[in-house]
């Protein structure tokens, strides 16, 4: 098992990823490269340098102590903030993440993401927030990142917790060796499984991999028995549409097991910060993010096939009125209306 494993943060008061309010840590590496991440700084499994334009006074004392010539001359810090500017203070072809240029940065301007930690150092930083589990059913949320690329360190922090009395969620994309999956899962309270889309040539355009593991391993994994609660990242122009959630809805209905509800995450473009500082031009940086409201259409399409559905995935969310009145909480009943809606087509 890896003793330490790098972290890009731990989030406080999360209100949108399992019950209550949680502690979120999320793991550095990822293997896919979804094209709408919002956590860009996880993908990449090893440190990497943030650089904020906005605080940078352009004083050149990163370019002297890079010993690979990979820091951009200075220019006037006005000009590099401008709106519009191209200008990037790291050449990343060149840059062998020494960090020597981090420790020369006087303003943080030049900063490093990916903290090495530990179990136990980890788990003294969410006790902290123990309180608030209390008073909300809240807890510990492992995402990433993929926290199944790490399986043994996985496996231990969700140990670990048990071991402390802290409710756990597993934010998983689904993309591993089921035996993996299966066993990390056990130690979870509830799996939250990330679904991106049906069709494999679309996964593969966006993610970078073929859904046809994740699909099948889903499958799998509800057999199995714990809690899962499917979410939806739902992205303009690749899966918004009410067809395609139709599908879905469809697909989900039809399986067995402890499924407990369906989030429909809205897209947003509030990470287009992090894609700047780390010096990636993002393909959605002029998407617009979605009107939560407008998917509560798309939610509807879900609750006619008796599937327990909320619009940004509120932890504190009342799954009685994520419904329609509870009639189809059970995996016949949510079968059997796959036939009727299915008359209905």
Same mark, same amino acid.
């Given at each position: 098992?890896?003793?330490?494993?790098?972290?890009?943060?731990?989030?406080?008061?999360?209100?949108?990823?399992?019950?209550?309010?949680?502690?979120?840590?999320?793991?550095?590496?990822?293997?896919?490269?979804?094209?709408?991440?919002?956590?860009?700084?996880?993908?990449?499994?090893?440190?990497?340098?943030?650089?904020?334009?906005?605080?940078?006074?352009?004083?050149?004392?990163?370019?002297?102590?890079?010993?690979?010539?990979?820091?951009?001359?200075?220019?006037?810090?006005?000009?590099?903030?401008?709106?519009?500017?191209?200008?990037?203070?790291?050449?990343?072809?060149?840059?062998?993440?020494?960090?020597?240029?981090?420790?020369?940065?006087?303003?943080?301007?030049?900063?490093?993401?990916?903290?090495?930690?530990?179990?136990?150092?980890?788990?003294?930083?969410?006790?902290?927030?123990?309180?608030?589990?209390?008073?909300?059913?809240?807890?510990?949320?492992?995402?990433?990142? &993929?926290?199944?690329?790490?399986?043994? /360190?996985? @496996?231990?922090? !969700?140990?670990? =917790? #048990?071991?402390?009395?802290?409710?756990?969620?597993?934010?998983?994309?689904?993309?591993?060796?089921?035996?993996?999956?299966?066993?990390?899962? &056990?130690?979870?309270?509830?799996?939250? /499984?990330? @679904?991106?889309? !049906?069709?494999? =040539? #679309?996964?593969?355009?966006?993610?970078?991999?073929?859904?046809?593991?994740?699909?099948?391993?889903?499958?799998?994994?509800?057999?199995?028995?714990?809690?899962?609660?499917?979410?939806?990242?739902?992205?303009?122009?690749?899966?918004?549409?009410?067809?395609?959630?139709?599908?879905?809805?469809?697909?989900?209905?039809?399986?067995?097991?402890?499924?407990?509800?369906?989030?429909?995450?809205?897209?947003?473009?509030?990470?287009?910060?992090?894609?700047?500082?780390?010096?990636?031009?993002?393909?959605?940086?002029?998407?617009?993010?979605?009107?939560?409201?407008?998917?509560?259409?798309?939610?509807?399409?879900?609750?006619?096939?008796?599937?327990?559905?909320?619009?940004?995935?509120?932890?504190?969310?009342?799954?009685?009125?994520?419904?329609?009145?509870?009639?189809?909480?059970?995996?016949?009943?949510?079968?059997?209306?796959?036939?009727?809606?299915?008359?209905?087509?």
């Amino acid at each position: 098992m890896e003793d330490r494993l790098l972290i890009t943060d731990i989030a406080r008061f999360a209100v949108n990823d399992g019950p209550g309010f949680r502690t979120n840590v999320f793991m550095k590496g990822c293997p896919l490269k979804c094209e709408w991440c919002h956590n860009p700084e996880t993908i990449s499994d090893y440190p990497e340098i943030y650089w904020k334009k906005r605080l940078c006074v352009q004083c050149g004392a990163c370019m002297e102590a890079c010993p690979k010539d990979a820091i951009n001359p200075p220019i006037a810090p006005e000009l590099s903030s401008s709106e519009g500017s191209s200008y990037h203070k790291i050449n990343r072809a060149k840059c062998d993440r020494c960090m020597r240029c981090v420790d020369a940065c006087r303003y943080e301007a030049l900063q490093i993401t990916g903290k090495a930690m530990g179990v136990s150092e980890i788990l003294d930083e969410v006790e902290r927030d123990r309180p608030f589990y209390n008073n909300s059913s809240g807890g510990l949320t492992i995402s990433g990142g &993929e926290p199944t690329a790490h399986p043994a /360190f996985t @496996l231990e922090l !969700l140990k670990k =917790a #048990r071991e402390r009395s802290i409710h756990t969620c597993l934010d998983t994309n689904g993309y591993c060796d089921f035996s993996v999956l299966k066993k990390i899962a &056990e130690y979870a309270d509830i799996v939250l /499984f990330d @679904l991106k889309h !049906l069709d494999p =040539a #679309r996964h593969l355009e966006k993610t970078g991999v073929n859904n046809s593991l994740i699909l099948k391993n889903l499958e799998l994994l509800c057999g199995t028995g714990p809690e899962i609660w499917i979410r939806i990242p739902v992205v303009p122009g690749f899966n918004d549409t009410i067809e395609f959630h139709r599908e879905v809805s469809v697909f989900l209905a039809s399986l067995d097991g402890h499924m407990t509800r369906i989030d429909l995450l809205p897209f947003h473009n509030w990470c287009q910060d992090k894609y700047s500082w780390l010096g990636i031009d993002w393909s959605y940086r002029e998407t617009d993010a979605l009107d939560p409201s407008f998917l509560e259409i798309h939610a509807d399409v879900y609750r006619q096939y008796g599937l327990v559905t909320t619009v940004g995935g509120s932890g504190f969310e009342d799954t009685g009125t994520a419904a329609l009145a509870g009639e189809y909480s059970d995996t016949s009943s949510r079968k059997g209306n796959i036939i009727s809606q299915m008359e209905k087509v």
